[in-house]
Every structure is written in C-alpha cells, then in structure tokens.
C-alpha cells in the first residue's frame, strides 16, 4: 500500500498580538478545506503550522513588515 505524503503550508505570521488561538484554528481549517477540494490531497495529509517571527524576519514587497500595534492585536 503506498503512504500518503504530507503536504506541510507554513503559515508565518508576525509575532506580537496577532490573531488569536480561534481565528488561526478557523483559517488553519480553511486552508485544508481549500486544498482537498481544490487540489483533491487528502485531508490528513495536510498541515498547516502557523509560525510567529518579529517584523523584521518577514519579507514582503521588498520592506520589513511593521509588528502588530496594540489596536491592531486588540482588533484582531
């Protein structure tokens, strides 16, 4: 019988506040849901590890993200 390969997604996110442990568990499901249906994997062969870093160690569009803001965790 062949074994399932895992299918890992990081999910980096800026540590500092963020999102709390229920809206990541609601994304987290999303993006499984996405892939089986989308990409037809199985679905425990899916995982998503979601990975805090400071601002400074997240690259996009060529900047540093800023870390979260007091509001912004508050918010989230």
């Given at each position: 019988m062949p074994r399932d390969v895992g299918k890992g997604l990081?999910?980096?996110?800026?540590?500092?506040?963020g999102r709390s442990a229920e809206k990541r568990l609601a994304l987290g499901r999303a993006i499984v849901d996405i892939c089986v249906?989308?990409?037809?994997?199985?679905?425990?062969?899916?995982?998503v590890e979601f990975?805090?870093?400071?601002?400074?160690?997240i690259l996009r569009d060529g900047n540093w993200v800023a870390d979260w803001?007091?509001?912004?965790?508050v918010a989230g």
């Amino acid at each position: 019988m062949p074994r399932d390969v895992g299918k890992g997604l990081p999910a980096d996110r800026n540590r500092g506040g963020g999102r709390s442990a229920e809206k990541r568990l609601a994304l987290g499901r999303a993006i499984v849901d996405i892939c089986v249906e989308l990409l037809g994997v199985p679905r425990r062969t899916v995982m998503v590890e979601f990975t805090p870093h400071p601002g400074e160690e997240i690259l996009r569009d060529g900047n540093w993200v800023a870390d979260w803001t007091p509001a912004e965790a508050v918010a989230g």
